[in-house]
């Protein structure tokens, strides 16, 4: 029959399967560590909105501890809002994304700075070794003869 899969290929679909779901696959724990230094992304307007709506809704609602119920509300009225009104929320977002841009610029030339310097001290590093060789090389040569 053909395209039908034996049992040794659904075994290993399956354990792949597993692997994958389990994150004991072949890139399990290999992430890349964050940089804490980065700048860190700046909230769109809907989020900037939230910033004042979740301090409006708290007060107003003092008892209420359910973090959804605020989302949802602020979601419902931020849907309800016209453009104009979410003009302003627009604006502060687009102020934080031009200051979120200054700073990673900042950032990425700082980055090829230090890396610069690295591959400046890695390259003064395998020069030193290279003479290092030869000279063992040319060691070995005269004893041969």
Do not use: I
């Amino acid at each position: 029959m053909k395209g039908a899969k034996s049992k040794t290929d659904t075994k290993k679909s399956d354990n792949a399967l597993k692997r994958k779901a389990t994150g004991t696959g072949k890139r399990a724990g290999k992430k890349a560590a964050k940089d804490p230094n980065k700048p860190k992304r700046p909230p769109s307007a809907f989020f900037v909105y939230m910033e004042e709506f979740r301090q409006q809704f708290k007060a107003e609602n003092p008892n209420n501890k359910s973090v959804a119920a605020v989302g949802k509300a602020g979601g419902a009225r931020w849907k309800a809002m016209s453009d104009a009104d979410k003009a302003p929320y627009v604006a502060k977002a687009e102020k934080r994304k031009t200051d979120y841009n200054k700073n990673m610029q900042a950032y990425n030339k700082k980055l090829a700075e230090s890396t610069n310097e690295d591959e400046e001290s890695d390259k003064s590093k395998s020069e030193v070794n290279d003479e290092d060789e030869d000279e063992e090389g040319s060691e070995e040569e005269d004893d041969d003869e």
